[in-house]
């Protein structure tokens, strides 16, 4: 069964953090990765990087969902939050041009 966001848009599996290896497998190696960047205890909102980076795969393209990421992540580093970041990079969407 595909289960359907708040906005209405058809998803197949549920949010990051509601998965059932969410805390066996995917926190404590997300934890991991954060300690060997020299970045614990960043505030992220694991389930909201997802969202924007699936409007990006649905919008441009799917290579560039990783690429949206860094770059939401470079933003953060000088100081935007996460929530402006992400939302930066939908309205590119809405504000793109096609040939």
């Known amino acids: 069964m595909t289960a359907?966001?708040?906005?209405?848009?058809?998803?197949?599996?549920?949010p990051v953090t509601e998965q059932e290896d969410w805390d066996t497998v995917l926190r404590p190696w997300?934890?991991?990765a954060a300690d060997s960047l020299d970045v614990a205890g960043v505030d992220l909102d694991v389930d909201r990087v997802h969202r924007m980076t699936a409007v990006v795969a649905d919008g441009v393209q799917r290579s560039m969902a990783p690429i949206s990421?860094?770059?939401v992540g470079a933003a953060v580093a000088?100081?935007?939050?996460l929530e402006t970041a992400c939302r930066a990079v939908e309205e590119t969407l809405s504000s793109r041009t096609h040939p």
């Open 4 to 14: 359907v966001d708040t906005k209405g848009a058809k998803r197949s599996r549920p």
């Open 30 to 32: 997300l934890e991991s």
């Open 69 to 71: 990421a860094f770059l």
């Open 78 to 81: 000088r100081g935007a939050s």
